[in-house]
């Protein structure tokens, strides 16, 4: 499955954005999807996830901050985030897995990532 990851911007902390999953060549619905950031100088963490069958999983930096969901409609899995901060600051990327997992490692396809810039 091909994924294209958008949404990404400037925004001030205490503001908001969505990010976007949209997926072609497969059924999103098939699969489960996961959100990970890459901030400057850092490792790639695992952010958010959302089963196939919708459960969801987020990170506890984020929990009460950000929401996943899916539109299995529109092929699409969205990451809504609120109260930025700045250490939210990063790159963010969603893959897709059959199964839910934490570990980036464990997931086959990526989109190629969306920045978000936090300022204070």
């Known amino acids: 499955v091909q994924l294209q990851a958008s949404g990404g911007g400037l925004v001030q902390a205490g503001g908001s954005l969505r990010l976007s999953c949209a997926a072609s060549g497969r059924t999103l619905s098939s699969y489960a999807v996961g959100w990970f950031r890459q901030a400057p100088g850092k490792e790639r963490e695992f952010v958010a996830a959302?089963?196939?069958?919708?459960?969801?999983y987020l990170a506890d930096s984020v929990k009460g901050r950000f929401t996943i969901s899916r539109d299995n409609a529109k092929n699409t899995v969205y990451l809504q985030m609120n109260s930025l901060k700045p250490e939210d600051t990063a790159v963010y990327y969603c893959?897709?897995?059959?199964?839910?997992?934490?570990?980036?490692?464990?997931?086959?396809?990526w989109g190629q990532g969306t920045q978000v810039t936090v300022s204070s």
């Open positions: 959302i089963s196939r069958s919708g459960g969801t």
């Open positions: 893959a897709a897995n059959s199964r839910t997992s934490y570990y980036l490692s464990n997931y086959d396809s």
